[in-house]
């Protein structure tokens, strides 16, 4: 099913005057003949049946208006079948037989811009500022602008079966009316069911963080690829995925961002236990790699100037001091001896 644009059809401004005109000049009609007896009794009674006619049914040619703003669609069919779709903003007329379809009308997708068009009714608008329900008279009129699907937060495994939640936001449009409307039986449902699918297939692939023997783009070497590291990688990935599943149902993909990124609740603190002894770990590795070097320094000092000769037993006492002032966390106070150094 291809989209076909109805660009012939923005003469309603025409046809609203002519309708008018018609109306006006059925009623002199009725009335001047009514009284006049110059005419003929047999055109007479033609002319007051035709205008009776035209006052009883013209306004039938009014159901055929339709006004179409900035960036909306609106898919007509005539007893079931597709006759076009109107674009771009004006003033319509099209068949008064031509019913408008959007079987997604009615579906709220969150922070979708999706968002009530105030086309109510004064009596659905009275019972609602009663505080009273009411049904909104849902819009038949295909969006065209971008919207933003922002889905619940879902808990997948990571490649390394750990429980995270991720939440995305995809940014994303109908190209193609007819596709979205025909091809499938709720194009937002339909977008939204897929974003669930896309993220999961991709969010497996990933360790949330760097692992090693981790192969995430799938040409058989490990890499360092990870959800926490390679955001816009993997949102690129999830946009592709969501792309190449929803071209049949007529809508274009802009962008996908991670909302939300953490570790289930259940494996959190410990996911915290093991992020900070890794950090220490590599804190204490760096304090222990300095001091060595320090006191490979001040050995190396010590000999170059002859300032004192020390033996190997002394050498270690003193490597053992330096590194325990050195690697020590609180501030060392040493005890000083005043005799003889043996």
């Not at 289930?264 to 950090?279: G, N, W, Y």
């Not at 170059?304 to 106070?333: F, H, I, P, W, Y």
């Amino acid at each position: 099913m291809n989209e076909k644009v109805l660009n012939k059809s923005k003469n309603g401004m025409a046809v609203l005057i002519l309708v008018i005109a018609l109306y006006i000049l059925a009623f002199f009609i009725l009335v001047g003949a009514g009284f006049s007896y110059a005419i003929p009794g047999a055109v007479r009674g033609l002319l007051i049946a035709l205008s009776i006619l035209w006052m009883a049914f013209g306004w039938i040619l009014l159901l055929g208006l339709k006004v179409i703003r900035p960036q909306e669609a609106l898919v007509l069919t005539l007893f079931g079948k597709y006759v076009g779709t109107l674009k771009g903003e004006g003033f319509y007329h099209v068949n008064p037989f031509c019913v408008a379809v959007n079987p997604a009308a009615k579906t709220r997708l969150s922070q979708s811009g999706d968002v009530d068009s105030g086309e109510k009714t004064s009596l659905l608008t009275t019972l609602a500022s009663n505080g009273k329900s009411s049904a909104e008279i849902p819009s038949k009129k295909v969006s065209l602008k971008v919207q933003t699907l922002s889905n619940s937060k879902q808990k997948i495994n990571d490649c390394l079966g750990n429980p995270v939640e991720i939440g995305i936001a995809v940014m994303w449009r109908v190209t193609d009316t007819a596709k979205a409307v025909f091809n499938v039986d709720n194009y937002k449902e339909y977008l939204s069911l897929q974003c669930d699918s896309a993220v999961r297939n991709i969010v497996r692939i990933y360790p949330y963080d760097v692992a090693s023997n981790v192969d995430t783009t799938g040409d058989g070497i490990a890499d360092e690829g990870s959800l926490r590291g390679s955001s816009e990688l993997v949102a690129t990935r999830i946009r592709d995925e969501i792309q190449s599943k929803v071209v049949d149902a007529g809508i274009e993909i802009l962008e996908a961002r991670i909302t939300y990124l953490a570790y289930a609740p259940e494996i959190a603190a410990v996911m915290l236990q093991r992020q900070q002894a890794s950090a220490i770990i590599d804190a204490r590795k760096m304090i222990v790699d300095g001091a060595v070097g320090m006191v490979e320094m001040a050995l190396d000092r010590l000999e170059e100037k002859g300032t004192v000769e020390l033996d190997d037993e002394r050498k270690a006492a003193m490597v053992s001091n330096l590194l325990v002032v050195l690697c020590g966390n609180k501030d060392a106070q040493p005890i000083v001896n005043s005799g003889s150094l043996y």
